[in-house]
C-alpha cells in the first residue's frame, strides 16, 4: 500500500491541488488528512469538496472544530480568529457538519494521526520538540505517528532503549526496533522558509516514509486572500514560507 499523507491545507485550494496532482504519479491507494483543513485561506468549501471526493481519512485540526464552533478561538491570533469567522459564515451546515464530526485520533496499525498530541488532543498542543515527542511516544500504541499543527516537517524516532532524536525532513526507511513520529508539514501555509506545499508518502512495501514539496502558485493563493478581505498578513506570509 501507497498512502498519501498531508495536514495543514488551510483552505488554500491551490497548494492542495499541486499537492494531489504531485500524488497522481505516485500510485496512492488511500489519503490521510492530519487536520485543519480550512482557516487562514479564501477557498474553504472547495478544499473540502476536493477532500471529500478522495479516498480520504480525515481528522479534526483546531481550526477545523473552532470553525465548526467545537472549540472556542479565544487563544488565536487575531489574524486567525479574523479567519475562523469569516470562515464559518461562508460554509453551509453540511459542511460545517462535516468539519464538527472529524475525531481527534485514528488509529490503525501500523499508523496513528493526530494533529497536535496525543496527551490531551482536544488541547491542540503543539508537537515541536524532543520533550513534547517523549509525551506522545509514552502513548503511542502503533510503530508509526503522523502529526501536524506545527506547519513545520520533521522526523522524530525513539530506538529500542527509548532514546529520542529529531531528524529533518526528508525520507527514512523505518527500523523494526524503533518507533516514528513524523511531522507532514503544511500544504497550504508552510513555516519553515519553504513556501512550497509540504506532504508525505508512506510506502508499507518499502517501509519508507518520505516527506515531499511542490511548489503552486503562492501569489494566486496571496491574492486570493485579499480579494477576499482576509487579513493580508495571511496572504504575505505564504511568499516568505512563514
Not at 87 to 93: E, I
Not at 195 to 212: G, H, L, S, W
Request: glycine share 8%; with cysteine; proline share 5%.
Amino acid at each position: 500500500m501507497r498512502y498519501g499523507i498531508f495536514s495543514d491545507v488551510h483552505s488554500n485550494i491551490a497548494a492542495l491541488d499541486s499537492v494531489l496532482q504531485a500524488c497522481a504519479s505516485e500510485q496512492i491507494d488511500k489519503f490521510f488528512c492530519v487536520g485543519d483543513i480550512v482557516g487562514y485561506g479564501a477557498e474553504p468549501e472547495e478544499c473540502l469538496a476536493r477532500l471529500r471526493e478522495l479516498p480520504v481519512i480525515a481528522i479534526a485540526g483546531n481550526h477545523d472544530w473552532a470553525v465548526a464552533g467545537r472549540i472556542s478561538p479565544a487563544a488565536f491570533s487575531p489574524d486567525a480568529r479574523e479567519a475562523v469567522s469569516w470562515t464559518a459564515d461562508r460554509l453551509d451546515l453540511d459542511s460545517l457538519g462535516f468539519l464538527g464530526g472529524l475525531r481527534l485520533v485514528y488509529s490503525d496499525h501500523p499508523l496513528t494521526f493526530v494533529h497536535g498530541t496525543l496527551n490531551d488532543p482536544s488541547d491542540f498542543y503543539y508537537l515541536s520538540d524532543l520533550s513534547s515527542a517523549a509525551g506522545t511516544f509514552a502513548l503511542l500504541q502503533t510503530p508509526l505517528c503522523f502529526v501536524g499543527h506545527t506547519h513545520v516537517a520533521g522526523i522524530y524516532s525513539q530506538d529500542k532503549d527509548g532514546r529520542i532524536t529529531a531528524e529533518p525532513a526528508g525520507s527514512v526507511v523505518l527500523a523494526e526496533s524503533a518507533r516514528y513520529i513524523v511531522n507532514t508539514g503544511s500544504v497550504g501555509q508552510p513555516r519553515d522558509r519553504d513556501p512550497r506545499a509540504a506532504y508525505c508518502v508512506f510506502d508499507t512495501v518499502q517501509n519508507k516514509v518520505e516527506i515531499k514539496r511542490v511548489a503552486y502558485d503562492v501569489e494566486s493563493a496571496r491574492r486570493a486572500i485579499r480579494e477576499a478581505g482576509l487579513p493580508g498578513f495571511l496572504g504575505d506570509r505564504l511568499l516568505q514560507g512563514r
